[in-house]
């Protein structure tokens, strides 16, 4: 029996669930840039399109659905109700994998290995987390600046293939190893003089790359302070 309720129930039910959905996707976009991915790290990790696909699958499977199915004029209370319980779980669940997605490919350490960072996803991370770099401050509220330690074999093992690698190699997976941004200084001052020996200026920051799985960028420390002050995209 079709409901009795008012055409413009209609109307203020797609524009509530639009409110709400504009609210959830926000809430997330929010998230992912100021927490995630500072930065240019999304573009980097290829997390871009996912977080487009996100946005548009939650607009699509909910308020436009609602639009579709919730006709008050056609439908008893009971179907409307199903109908939007089930529009609702279907939009939650899509919006929910794409979170999850995008939580699990975020940056959660970048670790400087010779002369460049790679990104380190929760994924990545193979061992426990000692003390010490769970203490190190997260960058702009995002991953952990961490230098790897390596022996002498591996820093000369580095040297000869890091350089052509896309992707972070196992040494710089293992959590055991790294160390505070702090105790790569001697490192950071050879590259300093490497790259001041290419220009008349000397600087009190490098720039070295970072390494993403869709990209890299540029990271600038300070040599004062051993700290990474900033990542710029590379065109």
């Given at each position: 029996?079709?409901?009795?309720?008012?055409?413009?129930?209609?109307f203020?039910?797609?524009?509530?669930?639009?409110?709400?959905?504009?609210?959830?996707?926000?809430?997330?976009?929010?998230?992912v840039?100021?927490?995630?991915?500072?930065?240019?790290l999304?573009?980097?990790?290829?997390g871009?399109?996912?977080?487009?696909w996100?946005?548009?699958?939650?607009?699509?499977?909910?308020?436009?659905?609602?639009?579709?199915?919730?006709?008050?004029?056609?439908?008893?209370?009971?179907?409307?109700?199903?109908?939007?319980?089930?529009?609702?779980?279907?939009q939650?669940?899509?919006?929910?994998?794409?979170?999850?997605?995008?939580?699990?490919?975020?940056?959660?350490?970048?670790?400087?290995?010779?002369?460049?960072?790679?990104?380190?996803?929760p994924?990545?991370?193979?061992?426990?987390?000692?003390?010490?770099?769970?203490?190190?401050?997260?960058?702009?509220?995002?991953?952990?600046?961490?230098?790897?330690?390596?022996?002498?074999?591996?820093?000369?093992?580095?040297?000869?293939?890091?350089?052509?690698?896309?992707?972070?190699?196992?040494?710089?997976?293992?959590?055991?190893?790294?160390?505070?941004?702090?105790?790569?200084?001697?490192?950071?001052?050879?590259?300093?003089?490497?790259?001041?020996?290419?220009?008349?200026?000397?600087s009190?920051?490098?720039?070295?790359?970072?390494?993403?799985?869709?990209g890299?960028?540029?990271?600038?420390?300070?040599?004062?302070?051993?700290?990474?002050?900033?990542?710029?995209?590379?065109?």
């Amino acid at each position: 029996m079709p409901s009795t309720l008012p055409r413009s129930v209609r109307f203020r039910t797609i524009l509530a669930h639009a409110a709400f959905s504009l609210a959830l996707v926000g809430g997330l976009a929010f998230w992912v840039l100021t927490h995630w991915y500072p930065a240019g790290l999304l573009d980097i990790q290829g997390g871009t399109s996912i977080l487009i696909w996100v946005i548009g699958i939650t607009f699509v499977v909910g308020p436009i659905l609602t639009a579709i199915l919730f006709r008050p004029d056609r439908k008893g209370k009971k179907e409307l109700r199903f109908d939007f319980a089930l529009v609702l779980v279907l939009q939650l669940s899509a919006f929910a994998y794409g979170a999850w997605t995008l939580s699990m490919q975020r940056p959660v350490y970048l670790a400087f290995l010779y002369d460049r960072f790679f990104v380190i996803t929760p994924q990545d991370v193979i061992g426990a987390i000692p003390d010490e770099i769970s203490a190190v401050s997260p960058w702009s509220n995002g991953p952990r600046p961490v230098f790897v330690k390596l022996s002498l074999s591996a820093q000369l093992e580095a040297a000869s293939t890091v350089a052509r690698l896309d992707e972070a190699p196992p040494m710089a997976l293992l959590p055991g190893g790294y160390a505070p941004l702090a105790e790569g200084m001697p490192r950071f001052k050879e590259i300093q003089q490497n790259q001041e020996t290419a220009t008349t200026s000397p600087s009190d920051t490098i720039t070295v790359p970072v390494i993403g799985r869709a990209g890299q960028a540029r990271a600038v420390l300070d040599l004062k302070t051993a700290a990474l002050v900033g990542i710029e995209l590379t065109q």
